[in-house]
């Protein structure tokens, strides 16, 4: 905790990856391992192109406009932002600018914290522009990658209203699940799909901001935050030492390696992109009616599911915050449900095991081989008595280790409970009749011995014994003793 009063603001870039083709080409616009497939003439700024806009991008721009309370324009109009560089084919990127209207202006959005209690994250604007080409710095050679030129792009940009490296973080993962949600992303950090600019200042006062230094182009969320976290305390030591004055406004990067910020350039550096309209692309008339028809059909948001999930399954409000987080959780979840899975078995399993074990293994929900329906069986034998909860997570275990399917790894290894009664009751009998001396221990007022008869038991059947059972069949037996 900083002693000063930080401020904080956010861009976020985040690709439009679900689209068939790209924002102003007809180029495809699709994730794949091969360089320089997917490019068409205007991603490479061929002589005589013209640029067409694509409508989804729009339409997915007016929905996260409705989301954001930001005011959609009646007319909608791009910039060229001119600077020249090797990713760039044309020499200027196709995006919009405040103070020209962009596809949201200003807006806010309210994120509730884990704890329960919400602030509100004031916009600035959202605007849709293309990604730039993707070039790779190798060690005496670059190469370069145009299937990411002209890629959707959209970026939000908040006024600077936050004021911890949390809520920031809180904040960006809400909207990384609105991106999913809505269709619009997959919003993966892995594939590069969302970059962040972050500005921090502090001051004494809250009603004057300090010295704003921005870094560019973080790429994940816990680099978001060690970056804020690092500037802070930058920013905070030189002040306390009276050098406030060395705080200069200026852009830094986030150097991974040595968990620092580090200079890029100066104010005074700063590019001029002589913003113009871009001629190529005649202003847009956002028809009402259409804005309207795409305003009713937004679908059910992160917040809407969260509090379905507790008042209609009667979940925590956090684990329904876990699982709401990302879609591909909270749709995991359902399709469990959807197979009449317990609601609050289906969240422990999600909350505890599986993403622990995704976490673990560094993948992705979709990528996890125990779908619903196989985690299914699970429950089902744990309902069924088939099997304890204890060995539940031995079939767990071992379905993932082997990928083979639970059903198949209980028959295999025999993993289940004892549920015949006489088979049982004769180790329980086994059991006491070689342990005269605990027993006598026992009616002697050791109760405790209870659970050592409990255990050799265990021991006997190899932990198949079904507790509940194990347990009646030993009172009565001890009874007769
Ligand atoms: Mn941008």
Known sequence: MSKYYVTIGLEMHCEGSLTNTKAFSSGKNEYTEEPNCNVSPVDMAFPGILPVVNKKCVEQAIMLSTILHARIPEYMYFER?????????????????????????????????????????????????????????LYDTST???????????????????????????????????????????????????????????????NTLGTKVEIKNVNSFSSVRDAINYEIERQSDLKDQGRYDEVEQETRRWDESTMSTVHMRSKVDAIDYKYFVEPNIPRIKLDPNWIKEIQVNIPELPYERKEKYMNEFGLSAYDAGIIIKEKPTADYFEKCVELGMDPKTAANWLCTQILGYLY????SINEFYLTPELMNQITTAIKDGVISSKQAKEVFAKSLEEKEEPNTIMDKYSIKQMDNDSELLDIVIKVLDNSPEQIKQYKGGLTNLFNYFVGQVMKETKGQANPVKLKELLDQELAKR
């Open 81 to 137: 932002k001119n600077y020249y560089y090797p990713d760039l084919p044309k020499g200027y990127q196709i995006t919009q600018n405040p103070p020209e209207e962009c596809v949201g202006n200003g807006g806010y959005i309210d994120i509730e914290r884990a704890d329960g209690s919400t602030f509100r994250v004031d916009i600035d604007n959202l605007h849709l522009e293309e990604d730039a080409a993707q070039l790779t710095h």
């Open 360 to 363: 673990q293994e560094d993948i």
């Open 144 to 206: 370069i990658n145009y299937n990411r030129a002209g890629v959707p792009l959209f970026e939000l940009v908040t006024t600077p209203c936050l004021h911890s490296a949390d809520d920031a973080i809180t904040y960006l993962e809400y909207i990384r699940a609105i991106y999913q949600y809505c269709g619009i992303s997959e919003a993966d950090s892995k594939k590069g799909q969302i970059r962040c600019d972050v500005n921090v200042s502090i001051s004494d006062d809250p």
